[in-house]
């Protein structure tokens, strides 16, 4: 068979998705290939925060807020409910050594523009009564939301169909052909052939070997990370929660102060938990070097342990899943510089510094 479009996406992922529909709002004729179904790769495990609270300062923290600014008109335009929850979020400080660095990062945050409150013990316990007693303070972030990824892709899915554009679902892109020139000319699938001047790579973690069958090199590593999720039982916190160490994981900075065994350091482990709209309560958090989206059980039952020490009330509830996923490694955004040369091949990796929403946002 044989199709023709003004750009072929590779990969119905967030990213992938996200490109299709501006370029479809623009009235280019998009097709997007996807190997699997929609949100089959990272997306489907990523837990949709969209927070300015784990951001460096400076650049990436305007690069989050701006993120989340589109992300919350994207989802209003769509019609399709993401279970988009909007209670901004807030960091937790274990002990005072913590405290002092949150007070830091306030004083960061604040100088980048952003709402936020320094809460000390008293102030922690009076907004969520739920947080162990001996928690030394934190900060609250005012703005910020959550989403549920897989359904944001299904709801752009639906948005790009509206603008013209087409999904091909279980369409691997499998090889290139190129014109005279060099230039890209068709997108190769079983059975399938598209003529197109534009092909926007957008396959996450698996965009090495399709960049290599264009003659591009991506540098590109995997970390993985693994989620729990607790049975909707009795009411835990209200809205998004996480130690301050998890600034200090995903930024590489100062995670030693964090009182831990040398496991939870080498496997990037610390406590998360979001409420989700259908009243579960997902748990995080862990970083490390992976590449198999198997749950590691040592890693999950740390990160249980980590997060009754934040959250006592935990510890008479039932874990009812757990999933792992794997992000990009390495932050390869400022060497691109070969793909962005290469020909009628753009490369749309959702590898950017670190920051909730960042990885999910359009503006990645
Ligand atoms: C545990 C975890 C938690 C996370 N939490 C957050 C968060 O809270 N907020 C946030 O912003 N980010 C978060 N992230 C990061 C975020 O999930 C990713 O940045 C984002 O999902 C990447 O989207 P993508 O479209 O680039 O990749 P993917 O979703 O992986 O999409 C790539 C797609 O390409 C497809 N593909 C592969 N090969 C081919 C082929 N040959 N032909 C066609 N298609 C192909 C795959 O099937 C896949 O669907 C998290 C990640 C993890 C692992």
Redesign the pocket.
């Known amino acids: 068979m044989s199709k023709s479009a003004d750009a072929v996406i ?7 998705l996200c490109c299709a529909y501006y370029l479809a709002e623009k009235g280019m004729k998009v097709i997007v ?4 179904d929609l ?5 489907s ?5 969209c927070f300015v609270s784990d951001t460096n300062p400076g650049y990436m923290t305007h690069f989050a807020a701006a993120a989340i600014q589109e992300v919350a008109a994207l989802a209003g335009r769509l019609d399709y409910d993401i279970d988009w929850i909007e209670r901004g979020c807030v960091l937790l400080a274990e002990t005072e050594e913590e405290f002092e660095i949150a007070k830091e990062q306030y004083r960061a945050k604040i100088a980048d523009g952003i709402e936020v409150r320094l809460m000390d013990k008293k102030d922690v316990h009076e907004d969520e009564p739920n947080t162990a007693p001996d928690i030394a303070g934190g900060l609250e972030f005012k703005r910020g939301s959550s989403l549920n ?1 897989m359904l944001f892709a299904y709801g752009i899915g639906e948005a790009i169909k509206k603008r013209g554009g087409e999904l091909l679902r279980f369409a ?2 499998t090889g290139f052909e190129k014109d005279d020139t060099g230039r890209i000319s068709k997108v190769l699938s079983p059975g399938l052939e598209i003529t197109t001047k534009n092909v926007i790579l ?5 965009s090495a070997p ?1 960049g290599a069958m264009a003659g591009v090199e991506l540098p590109i590593t995997t970390m993985k ?1 693994d ?1 729990l999720i607790v049975e909707p039982d009795v009411y835990i916190t209200r809205r998004k929660t996480m130690e301050i160490g998890y600034n200090l994981v995903r930024n590489e900075s100062g995670g030693n102060v964090r009182q831990i065994s040398q496991f939870m350091k080498d496997h990037g482990i610390g406590f998360l938990i979001e409420p989700t709209k259908a009243q579960n309560a997902i748990i995080g958090f862990s970083k490390y070097p992976g590449d198999t989206t198997v749950s590691n059980n040592l890693v999950t039952r740390a990160m249980a342990k980590r997060a009754v020490r934040f959250f006592p009330i935990l510890k008479n509830m039932n874990i009812i899943r757990s999933y792992a ?3 990009p490694g390495h932050r390869i955004m400022s060497q691109l510089s070969q793909a962005q040369r290469f020909p009628a091949f753009m490369s749309a ?2 590898i950017v510094e670190t920051g ?6 359009p503006a990645s």
């Open positions: 590779v990969g119905g992922g967030i990213q992938g290939m996807e190997k699997g949100a089959n790769g990272t997306t495990r990523s837990d949709g925060d990824p691997p892109v957008a396959a996450g973690i698996w399709i990370g989620l996923g794997l992000r990796p959702a909730s929403c960042t990885g999910l946002s």
